[in-house]
Each structure stands twice: as C-alpha cells, then as structure tokens.
C-alpha cells in the first residue's frame, strides 16, 4: 500500500480533531463538577498562620474567632416541654425523652462547671481584645506625637542652620544623607 | 466551523512537527480516549488543543480574564497592555464578568485592542446581588464558589491568564499564568495559586510578600508598563509639589499627612515656600467623607497654597506632571499592613518620566523605583519630607540635576519595555507549548 501524503495525513488528522473536540464539548458540558472534570481533587486545607499574621489580619481573625467562641459558649439551655409527634411510636419516644429528661439534673451537675467556665473565657477573651484595641489608639497616638516631635526638630534644625549662615558660620552637616 | 471548511482552511505542517510525523487519526483518538479515561475529559480536550496548534492548524488563543475589568485602574492596564502586545500572535480574548466594550478600554488606557474580543461571563452569586464591584472577599467555603464558571472557560484556550487578584479560579488551560499585584488573601477556602504554571509579579515587593504569604516564588517579574512621557520633549517647570493618588475612603494614600506637611512648611518658611504651590491630583467616587475632611483641612489651613483636583481630566493630569518641579507620594508611612504600603508606585514613574523630583515613602515598591540621593529622596516621616523639600527649594540647581536622573530612570519602567519582555517570554512559552506536543 503506498504511503499516504503528509498534507492529506494532516488533514485527516485535522478533521479528527474536529470531530474528537465536539465529542468531549459536548462532555465538558454534561459534567457539572470541576474536580469531575479535571478527574482530580482541586481544594484542600491550608494550615492558619497566626504567628505571621499582620496587625489587620489579627484583628479580623480576634473579631471572627470572638464571634464564634461566644456561640459555642452561648447562655444554658431552658427547660422545655417533652413530647413527640410520631404515630404509633409517639408513646415510646416521649416516655424515652422523659427518662433522658429525668436525667439531666446529674448531667448539668457534672457539665455545670464546664459550662461556666466556657462562659467566663469567651467573656475575659473579650475583654482581652478590647483592651488590646485601646492600647493600640494609645500606641498610634504616641507615634503621631513622636512624629509631631520629629518635625519640629527638623524645624529647629533648619533654622538653625540659617541662623548659623547668616553669622557666616559653616552650617551643620547636614550635606549627608542617611543611610537607605 | 464545519470539518470541510477547516479542512479548506488547513496549511502545510510545519517541518519537524513530532505528531504530524508519528500519528494517524486512528492513534490520535485512541490516544485522546485513553487521556480522557486516566485523567479526565479537560485534559483530553487540551491534548486537542495542544495538537492544533503544533500542526499549525490555527493561531494559539490567549484569554486574560480579571474581575475587575469593567473598572478603570492600574492592575487592568496591566493585564490589557499584555493582551494588545500579545495580539498578534495570540487569538486573544478578554475575559470579564461585567458589560464592558473594547472602545471603552482604548479611551481608558490608549491601547490598540482592535485584534482581541471581549467575552462576558456572569456570575450569578454577584448578578443576584445587583453587585457592581465584584468581591472574591466575600466567598466562603459555605458557598459555591462562583468563580467556577471562569475556570470552566479557561479550559477552552491554549493560554489562560489570570490578571486579577482573585486566586479563587482554577486554571484548566494547558499554560496558566497568574499576574500577582498583591497577594491579598493568605491560602484558605478555593485557594488556587499554586495551580498556575507560571506566577507573574508586577515588584520585588510583591514577589517578597507572595514567598512570605504563599509560600512559592514567583517565577517572573516584571514592572507595569507606564506611558505618560510628555510628547515635545522636556518643559519648563513651574512651582509646583504634586500629588498624584485616588483619594480612598480610609486614607492608604496619605494625602492628609502630605497636607499637614505643606501647612507646616508654610507656617514656618514662608519666605521659602512663597510662590510654590502644592497640588494634590486623584479620583474619588462620589461622597467621599475622606475627601471632605481634606477639603476643610485645606480651606482652614493653607487656602491658596493647596489645591485639590477631583477627577480631572487625561490632559489635565498630564500637563501638571508637565509642570511640577517636585512630585510627593506617601502611601504606607506609618502603616504596618504590607497591602497598605504601595506595590509598585504607577504615579511616580508618570512624575519621573516628565522630570519631577520624587520625595517618596521608604517602603514598599517605591524603593525599587527611587534610588535616594541619586533620582530624587526617600522619606520614613512628614518630618524627613518637610526637611529634604526645603533643601530643594532652596536648591534648584538640585532639584533639576535629579529631575534628569529621575527622567533617565523612569525610561527602565516604559510601555515599549514592558510589551518587548512580555512579547519575548511568551515566545519562549509557546516554543516549548509546540516542543511538548
């Protein structure tokens, strides 16, 4: 058989393409789920780095970490009402319910103290974050007033160095620049 | 397209192409099957691809896709110069989320678009919302993540680039590359950085915080591509200090510090700073509390001698870095956020390039544009400023010598520059995206 012509075998090839990339559009389509279609897994769990976080993350991270500890330590669940609305089996579940229910004097008795504990965290742990914040105000306005300091130095600096030019004195050495 | 007429459209294979030589059609779709089987549908459909264009049978297509393509700003210039200098060899197609046109884009950043197309993708999570500014910040694992229908389209060209900062689309092309302006989020919930082939950095600054933050280097870098070189050659400088920055709601930009700095300067120097007049420039979107408490600041301190300009016109803009002796950027002083200190710092190249002599901020991305005492003077307080503006006032023999400094230096950051390395590493990419096939 002779050999088939590179041009004619590219073309063939090209119209095998064609037809190959409609059949797996067509696929691409019916699959809904990415991890599916790429047939591996894409999402995984990433480690939280507080230690590296930035001022800014620690404070979105305290705020939402707050919120949540607070939920979990939420107020001591109310006593209610003991019933079911099963058919037949109605009668069996209630008289369950109600023999669990008889039992939940020893078991606040035992959780009682966990319970407050976990309250009284979430409570210090809040109070914690806002006296962070308030020395946080406090620190940004040391640093403005330090600012504040720094600029009149370089004003009496600069006078300085006039008043020096004008008693025809040499000014300061102030031709260096810092160091960057 | 219909199988005869690309077969009309079918040219001569290149010589040495590996498949041509080696495959039939038979081998091809038992080889595609076999892929499809082992690892998944997409990866067979991006043999496809990959085979098209090593067979010569079409031009690679290029998608850049950034969810903020619909809003004017820096990070999207930077992703459509790449695409207009790319359009020549690529197929290329803007990819956004919300109606945008290709005229729009052209006033906005005087680019030649004319061989790219935009595709629109919307995302239901945001339409439903009536949200205008699309916020990846918002997506939990508690949702679905909307974003999935971006990584669905990137797996329908060769090359898929990711020009925003939005990490939650999985690249399903055969090339990814992501274009970092600022790792933002730390990896949680659809974090897909680490899925991209290649990860573009527009800074050392950003390459620095993306190794700290990701925990991966970026295997490129390079600067934004700035164009505001004024046309007639160089002009004659006025008095002026200007300030080019938007005027953000919570203050990144330090354009307060820079107003109390001024004050300060005419309070105590007046003989000095007479004449000079200091010109904050910037976008601001409407109702702007930040803006007002300037706006007062100005009018009880320095009336006459500050001037604030909202959203001014192009040629505005230019004519005053035309005219400005001195250029002041200040954003990240006193900030300890790495995001909140600037990433590259657009607007002082745009000075520099017109002769203005930087006074920056010492941090972030503008140390690796302003080389202190040489091109102009960085600054870590108000009170450094105030000191090295005083010395140019009084020093115009200075202030011109690193104006020229600062002119010759800004030419490193120039479109031209920017569209020849963008255009020589995606030759190499394509090169070897052939080779593999």
Redesign the interface.
């Known amino acids: 058989m002779p050999e088939q012509p590179?041009?004619e075998?590219?073309?063939?090839?090209?119209?095998?393409?064609?037809?190959?990339?409609g059949e797996?559009?067509q696929?691409?389509r019916e699959?809904r789920d990415?991890e599916?279609?790429?047939?591996?897994a894409?999402?995984r769990e990433?480690p939280?780095?507080i230690g590296?976080f930035?001022?800014?993350?620690l404070a979105d991270y305290s705020r939402d970490a707050l919120g949540l500890l607070k939920e979990v330590a939420g107020p001591p669940l109310r006593p209610r009402s003991v019933g079911s609305r099963r058919g037949i089996l109605g009668e069996p579940v209630a008289f369950l319910k109600r023999t669990l229910k008889m039992t939940r004097f020893y078991v606040r008795l035992l959780l009682g103290d966990q319970m407050r504990f976990d309250q009284r965290s979430a409570a210090l742990t809040e109070a914690l974050v806002v006296r962070i914040g308030h020395y946080g105000e406090r620190l940004e306005l040391a640093?403005r007033r330090v600012?504040a300091f720094?600029?009149s130095?370089?004003?009496l600096?600069?006078r300085l160095d006039d008043l020096g030019s004008r008693l025809d004195r040499p000014p300061a050495a102030n031709d260096v620049?810092p160091p960057? | 397209m219909t199988p005869s007429q690309y077969n009309q459209r079918v040219p001569r294979p290149p010589e040495n192409c590996g498949l041509e030589r080696r495959a039939t059609a038979m081998e091809l779709s038992r080889e595609i099957t076999q892929i499809a089987k082992q690892s998944g549908v997409q990866a067979a459909y991006n043999r496809l691809l990959q085979a098209e264009v090593a067979l010569g049978l079409r031009k690679p297509s290029l998608a850049i896709y950034d969810h903020a393509f619909h809003i004017i700003g820096g990070a999207q210039k930077y992703g459509l110069t790449m695409g207009s200098a790319l359009s020549d060899v690529f197929d290329v197609t803007i990819l956004a989320n919300k109606d945008i046109r290709l005229e729009q884009f052209e006033d906005w950043y005087g680019l030649d678009l004319s061989r790219c197309r935009v595709k629109v993708i919307r995302l239901p999570y945001y339409e439903e919302r009536n949200a205008f500014h699309i916020d990846p910040a918002f997506i939990t694992r508690d949702v679905v993540n909307p974003f999935h229908l971006v990584s669905r389209e990137s797996g329908n060209y060769d090359v898929f680039v990711n020009n925003s900062m939005n990490e939650m689309v999985c690249p399903l092309s055969n090339i990814s590359v992501l274009i970092c302006h600022f790792p933002e989020r730390r990896p949680k919930s659809y974090f897909y950085a680490h899925r991209y082939a290649i990860t573009i950095c527009n800074s050392r600054y950003t390459a620095e915080w993306i190794e700290k933050r990701w925990k991966f280097s970026p295997q490129r870098h390079l600067y934004p591509p700035v164009d505001m070189e004024a046309s007639g050659g160089e002009f004659p400088k006025k008095k002026y200090v200007l300030s080019v920055a938007r005027f953000e709601p919570e203050g990144t930009k330090r354009q307060r510090e820079m107003v109390e700095a001024f004050s300060t300067l005419t309070r105590e120097w007046p003989d000095i700073v007479r004449g000079w007049k200091f010109i904050l420039a910037g976008g601001s979107l409407p109702n702007n509390r930040y803006l007002s408490e300037l706006e007062n600041l100005v009018a009880r301190n320095a009336a006459g001698s500050i001037e604030l300009r909202v959203n001014i016109p192009m040629a505005e803009l230019r004519s005053l870095y035309q005219e400005a002796t001195l250029f002041w950027h200040l954003c990240g002083l006193t900030r300890k956020d790495p995001s909140e200190v600037e990433h590259f710092g657009m607007t002082t190249v745009e000075a520099m390039q017109n002769g203005s002599v930087p006074i920056v901020y010492d941090g972030g991305g503008l140390r690796e544009i302003v080389d202190h005492g040489v091109n102009g003077f960085r600054v870590r307080s108000g009170a450094e400023l105030i000191d090295y503006t005083v010395r140019l006032f009084l020093d115009q023999g200075l202030a011109r010598e690193l104006g020229q400094a600062a002119r010759a230096r800004a030419g490193t950051f120039s479109r031209a520059t920017f569209e020849m390395k963008v255009r020589t590493f995606f030759a190499e990419v394509l090169e070897s995206y052939r080779r593999a096939a």
């Open positions: 590179e041009h075998k590219t073309r063939e090839l090209a119209a095998e393409i064609q037809r190959l990339k797996l559009d696929k691409k699959i990415l599916e279609l790429i047939g591996t894409i999402d990433f939280c780095e590296e930035s001022e800014r993350e640093e600012a720094e600029e130095l370089v004003i600096k600069n620049l960057r």
